[in-house]
């Protein structure tokens, strides 16, 4: 495992000990030239040179064997022994085809005359494009230093080893330069463009360090799975804020709400989310996976998608196997702080209609008057133990539940603002070397949907399926987003071995509200609606990992991980009213029945345990099979509740109001005149519990046959219970209570093996295909299979689960191309087959009433097949580097879907018909400036499948495109200027030809500094 070869951390370089003992360092030219065509592999151990000629291994004592290939044709061979101490260079020269090496071993620290290198390059002004005099470059920790001649150059004569340089100029200011690595009698070239303003870019330098895969093309090309990776360079390169703004840019991948991965067409539900390879509940009760914003781009140094299961992934990872990979601790002191400003077009600085808000909202952590008191709790024990509540009691709980203001205010939106801090540090001692990292965050942000239209319909006629139109209403969606975040890590290595520990704590509150205005068919009568909410979603987690390589032990490699976490959502006083007109429209009276009230309180708690190790179990001359087996197991347990409260009046269910104002009529006065009393609204099914107990262990294998083929092949068995408790609709508490037999028990069990296999051919050191055959499952989720109803945070949807629910097993087969021209240039061509058993849909069902509502059911069988092409090539031109990335993706499925004896067959629900992305960035390399523009494309998808002859409801197609700006100004300082959805399209769901729900989020800008001390 590349990344337990531990990088050499250099501080104050020394001449007499600038190379760890045990590294061996592969320098690879031909004429003279480095070349980067050629793979290197060293005991077993296969790297491709990078573009500078190096690749560098660790090395133990004894003897070594060394072989050469260069665009898959082997080329050349050597072998050489080392004492314990010792380290070795190896340059290599190409000669008519054929690889010559030359090795040199020495002791690190005890060269009685070390071997000598060269540094040398050109110092340039980015105002004139002349040399620049008289700089100064030195050699830090020692006494040697050079100064720039009349055309810019330099050139210092060094003994081997990796330095850091500093270049001082009085005009054009200093700059430090890292890990410049001089090897014997090779020159290393730098040169360097420095600017009057304080800006400078590095235009070459050669360098080396202990292999690490750098690049996210890197960890894609090595992979025995078809993977999709980000690293940290392109999250701050596209601005991303969160982990889900980065992975829309990965091919056959869109996100759902903002938050959540669809992965090839798959539904959030057909995806795992984990956090260095440990489960994690969802902060969204309504999602089995975690919500991706909720990660801070911060915290995070790597995103994966691995799009075909492995061996050592979870089964439900269908769609894909996400992984969200956290920084450790940085080589030296780093500290950085973050400050942006921003808003939306028609929202930052518009007054608007707003529930009441209080000091504490600012911050996210709202205020108690929104809980339940403790007369209002009371009252609804005594009423779900079927006593009966004293007068006294049912007045004071209705003034305290009338104590929090219903009434909207118009208030001014502030710009939204967000701040970030984080430092690291690492230490040396006789123990090894221990290293912090923390960062904290808040942001306040705003959103909303405007120009908004919402229509709901009924089934006119069962038989033709003809809709009529139920209500339709204009309204107007507020959101007030806040998230506050602290990640703290702390991290020890030592040799082989490596320790982390992650503490994570994550909140993200939303202030919400909604005003309606329209037309109701059924009273012919205009409407007006509203609607005010207050989330708290919060995430906890302590995790422990640990990386392990005993070399002497059959060269095993040790990953344990314990994560402890707990997932809340809070949703304290829910309230929503509604006015209705007179039949002569020209007043309008309070529907007392329709004011509610909500309190809910759902938490997961989660502990979940892994394992992973390999083994070389055979090595030969052109083999090495390695053993792969693990075990993980969690636990997952969800307490959920929900109260639901109202009033009841004696004045009648119409009272006549010319306000719109709920507190002018109820209030403190009127519950005293006993004109309004508090009732109890909650349904047996508002409350239930659910637990999740999982075990799995696997065994596996991984070949690697010559230098084209890798081939991985194992079986994961899996020990799934989940089981959901409630009871009956319309059964009451103390009914529930004493007749088990209402009671309702939701269950999905397997106990199953399921397989995966995967080839790999590697045509040459740039071409490789891939082949893969996997089975997974998608489980159903607690909400699902709850018999309860609840509200859909994200869409607004109210949904009922489904008891009746079953698992849903797949077959899958992946087959992918891969051109890799260059490090981080690449071309990506994958094709993917998925067969699926009883698919879980989203349905719209017909209810009482012929109006419809949300649950779930499985259709029969169903298929979804797709291809993906994924590019990026850079360029440089006129003193300006260019790069231009995107990805497309096809996809098509068929799903059957069987109602009363009758079969259709359609697409899977959220499956798009195409995804295409596409980034074109341009850095001008004498300012320092980096613009990019990001576009993605989400072709139409079933929002959710209706009844038999009713059209579906569909997501249309819609375009986002997002460009930002970020100038360097300094080493420390640096700007941005992002501009959000440029193009404002609209978000649409239509139900046949008729709109469903359309609406427009508006067009952002935000402007940012950071600043690096």
């Known amino acids: 495992m590349n990344f337990l070869k531990l990088p050499v951390f250099l501080s104050g370089v020394l001449l007499t000990s600038q190379i760890a003992a045990g590294e061996v360092v592969f320098y690879v030219t031909e004429e003279g030239a480095a070349v980067n065509n050629v793979a290197v592999t060293f005991d077993g151990d296969k790297q491709l040179v990078g573009k500078n000629g190096f690749a560098v291994f660790d090395s133990q004592g004894g003897d070594h064997f060394a072989e050469f290939s260069q665009l898959g044709a082997w080329v050349g061979e050597t072998e050489f022994s080392l004492s314990a101490d010792q380290s070795a260079e190896v340059q290599v020269e190409l000669i008519a085809g054929e690889a010559l090496a030359e090795v040199q071993a020495y002791v690190p620290g005890q060269e009685e005359t070390p071997a000598l290198g060269n540094i040398s390059g050109m110092v340039t002004s980015a105002e004139t494009g002349g040399g620049v005099v008289d700089a100064r470059i030195s050699v830090a920790g020692t006494e040697v230093a050079a100064a720039t001649d009349q055309d810019g150059f330099f050139a210092l004569e060094l003994p081997r080893g990796s330095y850091q340089l500093k270049v001082a100029h009085p005009e054009y200011g200093n700059r430090d330069i890292d890990d410049v690595r001089v090897i014997s009698n090779v020159a290393s070239q730098i040169n360097l463009t420095m600017s009057m303003s304080g800006d400078s870019v590095i235009e070459e330098v050669v360098a080396v360090g202990s292999y690490i895969p750098s690049t996210a093309t890197a960890s894609e090309r090595d992979s025995s799975a078809v993977l999709d990776a980000i690293g940290a360079e392109q999250l701050s390169r596209f601005g991303d804020s969160n982990a889900a703004s980065a992975l829309k840019r990965v091919a ?143 007045r004071a709980a209705s003034k305290d539940l009338t104590s929090r203001p219903l009434d909207l205010s118009s208030q001014k939106v502030n710009p939204d603002i967000s701040v970030e801090y984080g430092q690291g540090n690492s230490y040396q001692n006789d123990m090894g070397e221990l290293g912090y990292l923390f960062s904290v965050k808040f942001s306040n942000k705003w959103s909303h949907q405007d120009d908004a239209k919402e229509t709901s319909y009924l089934l006119a006629n069962a038989s033709t399926g003809e809709l009529a139109i139920d209500e339709s209403y204009d309204y107007q969606r507020t959101l007030n987003d806040v998230d506050l975040g602290l990640a703290g890590s702390v991290g020890w290595i030592s040799g082989d071995h490596e320790i982390n520990s992650n503490t994570m704590l994550l909140r993200q509150s939303t202030a919400e509200t909604e005003v309606q205005s329209g037309f109701q068919t059924e009273q012919n009568r205009d409407m007006q609606n509203y609607l005010t909410s207050w989330y708290e979603r919060e995430f906890m987690v302590q995790q422990f990992t640990g990386e392990h390589l005993f070399f002497d032990f059959a060269e095993t490699e040790l990953d344990w991980r314990a994560t402890l976490s707990k997932a809340t959502l809070n949703i304290p006083d829910r309230a929503s009213y509604s006015f209705q007109a007179d039949k002569d429209q020209d007043n309008y009276r309070l529907f007392v029945s329709t004011v509610d009230r909500s309190f809910t309180e759902i938490e997961d708690d989660s502990a979940d345990f892994g394992v992973d190790l390999s083994s070389v179990l055979l090595s030969g001359d052109d083999y090495v099979l390695k053993g792969l087996y693990g075990l993980s197991f969690f636990n997952r347990e969800r307490d959920a509740e929900t109260t639901r409260l109202g009033y009841q009046s004696n004045l009648g269910s119409q009272i006549p109001t010319d306000t719109f104002s709920v507190d002018e009529l109820i209030n403190d006065a009127t519950i005293e005149n006993g004109d309004y009393t508090i009732t109890s609204k909650t349904s047996v099914t508002d409350v239930y519990d659910a637990t999740w107990d999982y075990f799995s262990y696997y065994l596996g294998a991984d070949l690697e046959l010559g230098l084209n083929w890798r081939l991985n092949a194992g079986a994961r068995i899996e020990d799934s219970d989940i089981v959901v408790n409630t009871a009956q609709t319309g059964t009451t508490f103390a009914a529930a209570r004493s007749n088990s037999d209402l009671l309702v028990e939701g269950r999905a069990e397997d106990d199953d093996a399921y397989g995966s296999f995967s080839a790999t051919y590697i045509q040459n050191e740039s071409m490789q ?71 879980i849909e989203k349905v719209l069902l017909p209810g009482a009433g012929n109006k419809f509502f949300f649950s779930y059911a499985n259709g029969s069988d169903g298929v979804i097949s797709g291809v993906e092409l994924d590019a990026r090539k850079e360029f440089e031109q006129g003193g300006y580097l260019w790069f231009v990335s995107g990805n497309l993706a096809f996809i098509d499925s068929e799903v059957v879907i069987e109602t009363s004896g009758q079969t259709r067959t359609q697409n899977l629900q959220g499956q798009p018909e195409n995804l295409m992305n596409l980034q074109v960035g341009v850095d001008d390399l004498s300012s320092g400036t980096e613009y990019t523009l990001v576009m993605n494309r989400e072709g139409e998808s079933i929002d959710s499948v209706s009844p038999l002859g009713v059209p579906n409801v569909i997501k249309q197609a819609r375009i986002e495109m997002d460009f930002n700006v970020v100038k360097t100004v300094s080493d420390q300082l640096s700007m941005s200027y992002e501009v959000g959805n440029l193009l404002d399209e609209e978000v649409e769901r239509k139900i046949g030809q008729e709109d469903f729900d359309v609406y427009t989020k508006g067009m952002s800008v935000n402007f940012g500094l950071k600043y690096q001390f």
């Open 769 to 839: 295909y891939r082949f893969g055959y996997y089975q997974s499952v998608n489980r159903p989720d607690f909400r699902e299979l709850a018999e309860a109803q609840f509200v859909d945070i994200e869409s607004g949807d109210t949904i009922t689960g489904n008891s009746q629910l079953e698992k849903t097993p797949v077959d899958n087969i992946d087959i992918r191309g891969e051109y890799y021209y260059s490090e981080t240039e690449s071309v990506t061509l994958a094709l993917f087959h998925k067969s699926i058993d009883r698919p």
């Open 252 to 394: 056959g991948v869109s996100i759902e709400g903002g938050r959540y991965a669809v992965v090839r067409g798959l539904n959030p539900r057909y995806n795992t989310v984990q956090l260095n390879g440990g489960n994690i509940p969802s902060s969204d009760p309504s999602r089995r996976v975690a919500p991706l914003d909720i990660f801070p781009s911060s915290v995070i140094s790597g995103l994966e998608v691995q799009k075909s299961r492995s061996v050592d992934t979870p089964s439900g990872s269908t769609g894909g196997a996400i992984t969200v990979n956290t920084r450790k601790f940085p080589a030296d002191y780093e500290s950085k702080l973050s400050l942006s400003l921003g808003g939306t077009f028609g929202l930052t600085g518009s007054n608007k209609e707003l529930g009441e808000s209080e000091s504490g909202d600012f911050f996210g952590f709202g205020v108690s008057s929104r809980d339940m008191s403790g007369a209002v709790s009371e009252f609804e024990r005594t009423e779900r133990e079927g006593t009966f509540p004293t007068s006294d009691l049912e």
